[in-house]
Every structure is written in C-alpha cells, then in structure tokens.
C-alpha cells in the first residue's frame, strides 16, 4: 500500500510538473521573473476584484490594460480563497489547458503530422512532448502499481501442480487395473471351466499391473518431492527465492565481493529488491531518450534538413504514445469480463483478441509517424520501421538490464 501511495504522489508531482512545463505560466517572465525593480513600489493592495483589470499588476507592477499582464502574462484577478487552491491543484494535475482533446487525437492517429507542427513551430495547441512524456510515464507506474503485474505466483503453482495432480491420476489408474485384474482371477478361480492356462495369463496380467502401480507410485513420490510447495499447498516465489538463498542452493558468483554481498541481499529480500527496481525505472525513465537517438539519428544521417532537436521530439511524442498504449492494454487485461474462462478451442477471450491488436498498433503507429514528421515514402518508412522496431526492443532489454543492476547495486 505504501508503494501506491508513492506512485500516486508521484504521478501528481508528474502532473503539475507537467503542467509547469507546458500551462499557462511556463514563459519565465509568467513565472515572475520580469519582477518589479529593486526599490519600486509594491503595486497597490486591491481590495475590490472588479477594480484588479484597470489597476497595476500584482507581479510585476505594469499598468493593466485587460485580463492578463502584457508584461508578464499573470492573471489580473488575484485570488484568494482556499478554494482556489484546490482549483490551481486539480488544474496542475489534469488541465493542459484543453490541449490534451488536441494533442492526444492527433497522438493516436497523426502522430506525424503531430510531430511535424511542434518541430517546425505549431506549438500553441499542443501539449509539448517533454510534458506529456513525463505525465504519461508517471501514468503508466501508477497504473501498473495499482493494478499489480501479472499472477506470477499463481502461474507457479498451476505449474507446479500439474505434474503432481498428472502424476496422481496415473497412480489412480493403476489401482484401478489391479482392482481389475483381481477381480477377474477371482471369478476364474470360481468358474471350473477355467483352464490353468488361462489362469496363467490372468495372474501375468496382475503382476503386470502390480509393477505398473508401483512404478506410478514411485513417480509420484518423486514429483512431490522435486516440487517446492508441499501437497495441497501454496507459496510465493518471492519465499522460494529467499528459502533457496538462505539454504545455499542458490549462489552469486559475479568475481566481485561486493557485488555478490548486494546480490545475496536482494535475493533473501525480493520484494523490497523489486520494490527498488521499480522506483528507479520511473526515476531513469528519462534514460529511454539518448537510448533512442542513435538509431534516429543513424536512419537520417544523410538528411540534412533534420536536427537532433527532431529526433527528441520524435522520440518523446512516441514514447508518451507507447506508454498510454501499454495502460490501455494492462487496463483491459485486469477488467477484462471474459478473462478466467476456459477457452479449450483456442480462443483467448476478448482481452486475448485485443490486446493482439492493440500490439499491432505500436509498429503500425511508429510507421505513421516515421513517415508523417520525416515526410517519407511508403517503402522509405517502411525499412526504417522494421529497424526502429528491433532496436526499440534493444533499447528496452538495455534499458531494463540498467535498471535491475542500478537497482540491486543501489
């Protein structure tokens, strides 16, 4: 629980630093910084709020001539309510000026044109790629972190239940046929017609089944002894990792003390070594952009009309778009209505269904805005794709190697 509470403050901080970034005060002289002069005169006290558009401003001291400095850009109507204060908090948060109904439309479905209008100067209707990377990145823990991630433990002990429960009906079976067979020598020995020889082959049959019954016993015995949770069960991985360091069966041999110190520490502790694997990916999210700038950089390096400064927003804006992707997928999979059937004809539900579609939509989106922003032909973005995706893929096992051995190392 305490780790949702952090994420959530996190992605609040996210969301006003976001809106820092790109509201209504991001120009510095709206933040204050076109102050008035040393040794000037506070600008006088309003009283009445009709009468703050025709006098000076709060800020900076220049005569108002409407709702806003001319000067700096700050509101002429000074506040002060307690109500406002939970107004600026929910605004900081969630209002992007009304640019999110323009910017997350144009993210999903012209994510080039998107791209192109903030690279060569459109920017007023949008928001700008490094706060809607931060908010959506800050998003996707909180969600994740909400939501939890997958059933590990569950899927281990189905696991490791099946050969138990398969090693159990084999037994069954074999009892099964020796009950049989007994039988079927019983009404032999009483029928006088029945011949020694078949008497012979009767009593085979059940030393047969005799020996298969041990052999299924002995398996059995086996399997529940290789498995780690006992019959009828259950336990985390986390335990078995713990129980598995703490016994010595499993070992770290790095060739450096130090490290092998910190790694059998996180192994007998998996949950808070998770648990700082997870803060410092949000933390170094901002590690994604230079990872993925090589590459850009390499698939126009003949182009000189394209700049560095194209490739980070690029990467921005499709980064933010991968991010939100990966919420609605999660999102899905967690309140999906059909989830926990059994599809026995190969269906996977309607989470299944769609979340194969809407993994197609990344490399198909990456296609749209490769070859929007860069003004590309069809066959031009199309290779470009296929290499932009492998090394997205590169750049995320980079990424998530980083992250584990910082996190660990930590």
Known sequence: MAGEIEAMGAMTTAGLAASTLDGPGSHPAQRGVAARPIGGAPPPLHRNEDDLAHGACANCGTTLTGNFCAACGQSAHVHRSIGHIFEEFLHGIWHFDSKAWRTLPRL????????????????????APLALFLFSIFLMFFVF???GGPDINGALNAAGGKPVADARTNVA?????????QNEISEARSD???????????TTTLT???????AAE??????EADTLTAP???????????????SGKLKTNSG?????????????????????????????????????????????VFRRDVHIYDHVVFALYSLSFMSLLFITIALLAKFDPTAGGDYSDGQKGLSGDLGGVLIMAAPVHMFAQLKGAYRLGWLAALWRTFVLAIASIVTLGLFAALIVVIGLAD
């Open 232 to 246: 009828g069960e259950t336990t985390t991985w986390q335990a078995q990792v713990a129980e598995a360091a703490r």
């Open 192 to 202: 006088s017609d029945t011949t020694p020889v078949e008497m012979a082959k009767l």
């Open 218 to 223: 002995k398996s059995l015995a086996a399997v």
């Open 173 to 181: 079976n074999a009892k099964r046929e020796v009950a049989d067979a």
């Open 256 to 300: 450096n003390a130090t490290i092998d110190a910190r790694l059998h520490e996180a192994l007998l502790n998996p949950d808070f070594a998770l648990y700082r694997i997870e803060q410092k990916a949000y933390k170094l999210s901002f590690l994604l952009i230079p990872l993925s700038l090589p590459t850009l950089w390499l698939l126009f």
């Open 108 to 127: 999903a479905f012209a994510p080039g044109r998107l791209t192109r209008d903030y690279v060569y100067g459109k920017r007023g209707g949008y928001i």
């Open 208 to 214: 047969a089944n005799q020996s298969k019954l041990a």
């Open 145 to 147: 972190g909400m939501l």
